[in-house]
Nanobody, 119 residues
Framework: QVQLVESGGGSVQPGGSLTLSCAAS????????MSWYRRAPGKQREFVAL???????DYADSLKGRFTISRDNAKNTVYLQMNSLKPEDTAVYYC?????????????WGQGTQVIVSS
């Protein structure tokens, strides 16, 4: 089994920064893409950013320039650096990883970490 554990959420004032982390553990053979999604109150879950093991990345257009995704392959960990945060960034942020184990390849999700941007 594979587990994803997010951390780093919290409350921050508008204009502030936060860095989220998501560590994968378990019977991992290989991790392909790792990504972040978020769900704001009353809204659908939306894509935030994705990064491949090669380091290539992609972002939601609306977040380019403020958010940066990175990963440490040796630690099976993905990060999301969030700058110039706005109240509309308030959401639960979820980590997703495309993981192969000895027996299968599938997506895994973390439990989510809350980010609140408010003055």
């Amino acid at each position: 089994q594979v587990q994803l554990v997010e951390s780093g959420g919290g409350s921050v004032q508008p204009g502030g920064s936060l860095t989220l982390s998501c560590a994968a553990s378990g019977n991992i053979f290989r991790i392909y893409a790792m990504s972040w999604y978020r769900r704001a109150p009353g809204k659908q879950r939306e894509f935030v950013a994705l990064i491949y093991s090669s380091g290539n990345s992609d972002y939601a257009d609306s977040l380019k320039g403020r958010f940066t995704i990175s990963r440490d392959n040796a630690k099976n960990t993905v990060y999301l650096q969030m700058n110039s945060l706005k109240p509309e960034d308030t959401a639960v942020y979820y980590c997703n990883a495309d993981v192969s184990t000895a027996t299968m390849r599938r997506d895994y999700w973390g439990q989510g970490t809350q980010v609140i941007v408010s003055s």
